[in-house]
């Protein structure tokens, strides 16, 4: 029996069919330096904090466009319900112009015919001055209701009355209808919804720069410094986006 034979011996060789492991390669591809980890680290840490940021601005801006959104339906039904009640008024005294009218077309026909009577039938005359003095008093009654406009009154007694002027001195006596501006306010929410949809897209960027940062630290050497340029690019994009979005506000 040889000394290979014995469970003493030098060390057997392998079984047919077999084959010795391999002594590990030198040549293994090296994981990325301390120095590089910790600056994509840092620009991730960057990110993640600008993202957060971001996204409380375009929390800030859709709230504050919902709020002008609102206060421009307030203002705007306001504002209608000044503008009926002013018609209204309009409408009342529009009505009253016919009375008026009435009374000053009697006031001048027994003046007339009080004026063409009196030598003739003196008494009669007198009747009808009496009876015309008291259409002059109905008209003047009649007048002092009108309060929005005065009914203008030419020289044949035909009254006329100006709506749309009447409907402005009603109005510019509200000072609460002066004071309401729904379409700037809505033009002021217009803008806020757009700035909302601006800063939701650079948070979009500043994900798009968090996904690359993120490769860069798990890709393979050859693409690892690909990914750290992409991102690094991308997240000073979205920063210079951010800070154009909030100065354009």
Known sequence: MGASDTPGG?????????????????GSTPGPSSRFQLLVALLIVVASLSGAGVAWSASVASTRASDLDQIAQQEFLERERILTSGRSDVAEELRRVGTF???LQAQRFFSEQATALA???????????????GQAALARNT??????AFPQVAPD???????????????????????????????????AHTKAGRTVGVGIVLVAALFFLTLA???????????????TAVLIAGLVLWA?????S
């Open 157 to 191: 007694g035909t009254v006329t009355y100006d709506r749309d002027q009447a409907l402005n001195n009603l109005l510019s006596q509200y000072v609460v209808y002066q004071q309401l501006h729904p379409e700037d306010i809505q033009a002021d929410a217009a803008d």
């Open 217 to 231: 630290q798990l890709a393979r050497r050859r693409s690892r410094h690909a990914f750290f340029v992409a991102g």
């Open 244 to 248: 154009v979005v909030a100065l354009g």
């Open 10 to 26: 030098e060390a057997q060789e392998p079984a047919p069919g077999t084959t010795e492991p391999e002594p590990p390669s030198g």
């Open 143 to 148: 007048g002092a209701l009108f309060f929005a």
């Open 101 to 103: 009218q009435q009374e």
């Open 119 to 133: 030598d003739r039938y003196p008494a009669l005359a007198a009747q009808l001055a009496a009876e015309a003095q």
